[in-house]
C-alpha cells in the first residue's frame, strides 16, 4: 500500500509559477512510477505528466510541454510538478498516481492522492 498525499496548489495569477509536491508513504516509493492528473469541472480526468522509478523518463501532455517540469526525489520519498507559465485552462483539481507501468490512463495507477486545487486567474 501507498499513500500520496498533495500539497502546494492555490490561487494564481496567469503567468506565474507554482510547485506542487506529492509526498508518499509505505511501500517502496523508488520502485513506482509516478504520474501527475488534473480533473477541471465536468471534464474527465486527463494525464499531465510522469515519471519513471529512475527519474530518467519523463512524459508530458502536449498541453503542458515546455511549460512543466516533473521530478523526483527518491531520499524525500517525494515528487514535484513545477509548474510555469500557468494559464486558466490549467485550473484543475492536480493529482499524484503511482503504479508499476508507465502510462497515461489513470486505470495505468494503482494509488491516487486526495487531489489539490490549482486555479489560475486572468
Known amino acids: 500500500q501507498v499513500q500520496l498525499v498533495e500539497s502546494g496548489g492555490g490561487l494564481v495569477q496567469a503567468g506565474d509559477s507554482a510547485r506542487l509536491s506529492c509526498a508518499a508513504s509505505g511501500r517502496t516509493f523508488s520502485r513506482y512510477v509516478m504520474g501527475w492528473f488534473r480533473q477541471a469541472p465536468e471534464k474527465e480526468r486527463e494525464f499531465v505528466s510522469s515519471?519513471?522509478?529512475?527519474?530518467?523518463?519523463?512524459y508530458y501532455a502536449d498541453s503542458v510541454k515546455g511549460r512543466f517540469t516533473i521530478s523526483r526525489d527518491s531520499a524525500k520519498n517525494t515528487v514535484y510538478l513545477q509548474m510555469n507559465s500557468l494559464k486558466p485552462e490549467d485550473t484543475a483539481v492536480y493529482y499524484c498516481?503511482?503504479?508499476?507501468?508507465?502510462?497515461?490512463?489513470?486505470?495505468?495507477?494503482?494509488?491516487w492522492g486526495q487531489g489539490t486545487q490549482v486555479t489560475v486567474s486572468s
Open positions: 498516481a503511482a503504479g508499476v507501468v508507465i502510462g497515461v490512463l489513470p486505470n495505468d495507477y494503482d494509488y
Open positions: 515519471i519513471t522509478w529512475s527519474g530518467r523518463n519523463t
